[in-house]
């Protein structure tokens, strides 16, 4: 198993360790010939306007849409935005995912925080079902899913903040930031 890192901006090296780590080989992609071989590519955080721009000024755009139709593909937080269909703002996006996101949906850079979350898809990689402790970094939120795409986890509250549609999985937080591999091993097998 190879998985590619959207290496234009934002937090990719912190997501190739968390790979490494669980003894994934893990390649940076920030050219189209980068995605020969992978078996799925993960988007970071960072800034959604930003990672799009480069990925036009790069020519990714139509070769990450070409993946996506073929391999999974995962975004954290900016990735998650930039996997979407709607963020109801002029940016260049994958347009992907039935999702519509909220950019930046809970305030400003000091109002991120971490909250323990129920997620239940990650008992097929960890059966205890333990909460997972999510960090959400001036964060967007999943307004809603549509299609074939489903919510995975949520707030108390009942707000969207992570959606699966079938190899497709967006987190408005960031496992990579955390030492929980559970997301990066759910991932892998959707990748597999
Ligand atoms: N606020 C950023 C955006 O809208 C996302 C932040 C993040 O990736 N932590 O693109």
């Known amino acids: 198993m190879k998985i590619g890192v959207l290496a234009l901006q934002g937090d990719f090296a912190e997501h190739i360790v968390m790979?490494?780590?669980?003894?994934?080989e893990a390649a940076e992609v920030r050219l189209p010939e980068h995605l020969q071989g992978l078996d799925g590519l993960i988007m970071p955080g960072g800034e959604s306007t930003t990672i799009g721009?480069?990925?036009t000024a790069y020519q990714l755009m139509e070769p990450l849409r070409a993946f996506g139709r073929q391999k999974a593909m995962w975004g954290t937080c900016a990735g998650a935005i930039f996997l979407s269909k709607d963020a109801r703002r002029q940016q260049p996006l994958l347009g992907l995912m039935d999702i519509q996101v909220e950019r930046n949906a809970f305030g400003r850079q000091v109002d991120s925080f971490e909250i323990d979350l129920e997620v239940p898809a990650l008992r097929q990689v960890d059966p205890?079902?333990?909460p997972y402790h999510a960090i959400?970094?001036?964060?967007?939120?999943?307004?809603?899913?549509t299609g074939e795409a489903l919510a995975l986890a949520k707030l108390p509250d009942g707000r969207i903040v992570a959606a699966q549609q079938g190899r497709w999985?967006?987190?408005a937080f960031h496992p990579e930031l955390t030492l929980d591999d559970r997301f990066h091993r759910y991932f892998l097998t959707m990748a597999g």
């Open 128 to 130: 205890q079902g333990q």
């Open 169 to 171: 999985l967006a987190t």
């Open 136 to 145: 959400f970094i001036r964060a967007p939120l999943i307004e809603s899913v």
């Open 53 to 55: 721009k480069l990925a």
């Open 19 to 24: 790979l490494r780590r669980i003894g994934v």
